[in-house]
C-alpha cells in the first residue's frame, strides 16, 4: 500500500498487556465473543476486529475521502471489513457489527441522519446496510459517545464512576459516563460538547450556529483561523506552507513563530475554559481528550489541565485529572467494539 493511502494493516492493537486493560469478557458476551468495529471519521476510516478482552485485531487506517460521496465510502468501509476480518485470523467469524461515527444519529434505528462531518450523508439506513453486507446485527453509535465508553471500560477512565471524553479532530465531539452509566440523553445525541457556545456570535460553525468549541479548537479550525491570518497579511512561516494544517500550526508555534503561538494560546484557551464549565456541571473524576489533534501531547494538554485546575470550583478541581486518552487512534473502534460486544451481551440475557 502506498504512503498516499497511509493504509496501515496490524495484526493486533491495544494490548492489554501494555496498557493496563482488563478482560471484561462476563459484560461483552463472553470470552471468545469477536465483532467487527467500524469507525467513520471526517478524515479517517478506520477499522478492526475487537475481542471481549478489548483488544483490536487487523486494524486498517485508510483515508475517508468524504467528497467521493456516501455510496463509495461506505463500499470501502465494508471492503475494509472484510480485509480487517481476515487480517485478524482469528479463525472464527464475527458476531455482530459496532459502527460508530459523529451524529446527528438514531442508534435506535441506526439511521445517520446528517453528520456535519459528513456533507451529504442525509438519512442513510447505515445499521441495515451493515446488517445486509454482513448477515449479523448491527449496532450504531456516536463516535465520541462509543470513544467514552471504550475509555472507560479498557483506557485511561477505567474503572471510574464518572468521566468526560472530548474528541479534538476535524471536528470535535464529547460523551459522558456518569455514575457508571453512560450517558446518550433524551434522544440518544446527548454529549454534543464540540457545541457548546463559548464566542456568542463568533467563527462559523459546521452545525449552522456561529461561535461553538468546535469552531475554535478541532483540527480544522485552527488551520482555518491560521489561514485566516496568512491571507490577512499576517507575518508568519506559515506562508510558505499550503495547505494548512493544525499540526503545521502546533510545530511553528514550537519553532518560535508569534502568530502561530497566538493561534496555539487561543485554542487552549477556549478549550480549557469550555473544559472548566464542564468539570464545574459533571463533577467528573476526569477528563480525557483524544483525536488527532492531542498528538500535539503536553503541548495541548499542560496549559488545558492548568486552566482546569486554576479556573474550576474548589472541590471540582480537586476531584478532576485532565489527561490523554489511553487507547490513542483505536479508541473509536475500541468503542464501537464494546456497543456490539455490550449488545450482545444484553441479547443473551434478554433470551436466558
Not at 467469524?93 to 460508530?100: E, H
Not at 461515527?101 to 456533507?119: E, Y
Request: hydrophobic share 45%.
Amino acid at each position: 500500500m502506498n504512503e498516499a493511502r497511509r493504509a496501515q494493516e496490524m495484526r493486533s492493537a491495544g494490548d492489554p498487556s501494555r496498557s493496563g486493560y482488563e478482560s471484561t469478557a462476563s459484560r461483552t458476551g463472553g470470552a471468545e465473543s469477536a465483532v467487527l468495529a467500524l469507525d467513520i471519521g471526517g478524515t479517517k476510516l478506520a477499522v478492526g476486529v475487537v475481542t471481549a478482552d478489548g483488544r483490536v485485531h487487523g486494524l486498517i487506517i485508510e483515508p475517508t475521502r468524504r467528497w467521493e460521496g456516501p455510496d463509495a465510502v461506505i463500499a470501502r468501509l465494508f471492503d475494509l471489513g472484510d480485509r480487517a476480518v481476515v487480517a485478524a485470523g482469528l479463525g472464527r467469524p464475527v458476531s455482530a457489527v459496532g459502527i460508530s461515527c459523529g451524529g446527528p444519529l438514531d442508534s435506535v434505528t441506526g439511521v445517520l441522519i446528517s453528520p456535519p462531518h459528513l456533507p451529504g450523508w442525509v438519512d442513510v439506513p447505515l445499521g441495515e446496510m451493515a446488517r445486509d453486507r454482513f448477515g449479523v446485527p448491527a449496532y450504531l453509535e456516536n463516535d465520541a459517545t462509543a470513544a467514552a465508553l471504550g475509555e472507560h471500560r479498557f483506557g485511561a477512565a477505567r474503572g471510574l464512576r464518572t468521566m468526560i471524553y472530548l474528541t479534538i479532530s476535524t471536528g470535535v465531539g464529547g460523551g459522558a459516563v456518569i455514575d457508571g452509566a453512560l450517558h446518550r440523553g433524551a434522544a440518544g445525541n446527548g454529549g454534543e460538547l464540540g457545541h457548546l457556545m463559548v464566542r456568542p456570535g463568533g467563527r462559523a460553525c459546521t452545525c449552522g450556529r456561529h461561535g461553538c468549541l468546535e469552531a475554535y479548537v478541532s483540527g480544522t479550525n485552527i488551520a482555518a483561523r491560521a489561514a485566516d491570518g496568512v491571507g490577512a497579511g499576517r507575518r508568519t512561516s506559515l506562508s510558505a506552507v499550503d495547505p494548512l494544517t493544525a499540526a503545521d500550526v502546533a510545530a511553528a508555534a514550537t519553532a518560535g513563530d508569534a502568530f502561530a503561538r497566538a493561534i496555539w494560546d487561543e485554542t487552549t484557551q477556549v478549550l480549557g475554559q469550555a473544559l472548566t464549565d464542564l468539570v464545574n456541571v459533571f463533577e467528573p473524576e476526569m477528563v480525557v481528550l483524544g483525536g488527532g489533534v492531542t498528538r500535539s501531547g503536553a503541548m495541548l494538554l499542560d496549559p488545558v489541565a492548568e486552566i482546569v485546575a486554576r479556573d474550576a470550583m474548589p472541590p471540582a478541581a480537586k476531584a478532576a485529572r485532565v489527561v490523554l486518552t489511553r487507547l490513542g487512534d483505536v479508541v473509536c473502534v475500541v468503542g464501537a467494539g464494546v456497543v456490539a460486544l455490550d449488545a450482545l451481551a444484553a441479547a443473551e440475557v434478554d433470551h436466558a
